[in-house]
């Protein structure tokens, strides 16, 4: 369901890495991934995840009164929720907004799920500097459906980062969650390894709040035999995790692929 809303900010301080202000045309999103967290993170009381998104049909307007004084710095574009799920095709929120940090150049940094991402090349091509990334939590399609329901299929998804990087801009996979026994890691690196972005990221899994009930229930239809080992894992497997890594590391060098692991919060 959609429902239109009028906001009263656009760019709101971002506390991530690299980033100095935060914009998200959306509010819910629609991919409904098993292991999302963006609940927890906008306190998200409006029933369950992915059935609802708000859309802020007034987010250009406010943005560009915001830009004629904002501080200029780095804009994270869909730091909660996907700027390019299903909702956006309609609606061209992100795309209006493109346009507006376009007329600034600001710098920009996009993260997604989705391969409408390449509706907005024409775009993206004009910034001096723009990054974007593309999330891939495994190869296999059959995962991704039950993980990642209103996203992007996985071939979908390595297309635009190629076709993205046959236009010149820069691109990132975010590799995350990582999932012991369930990420393919090998054949995922070397299918990534493939469309060749700038660097990974390489992130485990944030078992904030709701995300391991939802987890557990898919891994229990999925591999029921990994409940009680994922569990252990998850719940406070910090030395398993830091195995994991370490071989994803070690791959990621053999194909040429510039890795980080991302250890906010550690
Ligand atoms: S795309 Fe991101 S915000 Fe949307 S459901 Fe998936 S994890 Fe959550």
Not at 21 to 38: E, K, S, T
Not at 56 to 81: F, H
Not at 91 to 120: A, F, G, N, W
Request: glycine share 8%; aromatic share 8%.
């Amino acid at each position: 369901m959609i429902k239109e809303i009028k906001v009263k900010t656009a760019l709101s301080p971002s506390q991530l890495p690299g980033l100095d202000h935060a914009l998200n045309p959306y509010r819910g999103c629609a991919h409904a991934c098993v292991y999302c967290y963006a609940p927890s993170v906008i306190h998200w009381d409006k029933g369950k995840w992915g059935e609802l998104v708000e859309v802020k049909i007034n987010l250009p307007r406010i943005l560009s009164k915001e830009l004629r004084t904002k501080k200029k710095g780095v804009v994270g574009l869909g730091t909660v929720t996907d700027p390019y799920q299903p909702a956006e095709k309609k609606y061209e929120l992100t795309r209006r907004c493109l346009e507006l940090l376009l007329m600034h150049d600001l710098p920009v940094c996009i993260q997604t799920k989705s391969s409408l991402v390449l509706r907005d090349v024409d775009l993206l091509k004009e910034f001096s500097d723009i990054e974007v990334g593309i999330t891939l939590i495994t190869l296999d399609d059959r995962v991704r459906g039950k993980m990642e329901p209103g996203a992007s299929s996985v071939d979908e998804r390595l297309r635009a980062l190629a076709v993205l990087r046959e236009n010149g801009i820069k691109t990132w996979v975010f590799l995350g969650p990582m999932m012991p026994h369930i990420t393919d890691v090998n054949a995922l690196l070397d299918a990534v390894a493939r469309v060749m972005p700038d660097y990974v990221l390489v992130d485990r899994l944030r078992l904030k709040e709701g995300v391991w009930e939802n987890v557990r229930g898919f891994i229990h239809e999925f591999r029921p035999e990994l409940v009680n080992e994922s569990e252990k894992i998850f719940q406070g497997g910090g030395e398993y995790y830091g195995d994991f890594f370490e071989s994803i590391i070690k791959k990621c060098r053999s194909v040429g692929l510039r890795c980080e692991i991302n250890r906010l919060g550690d």
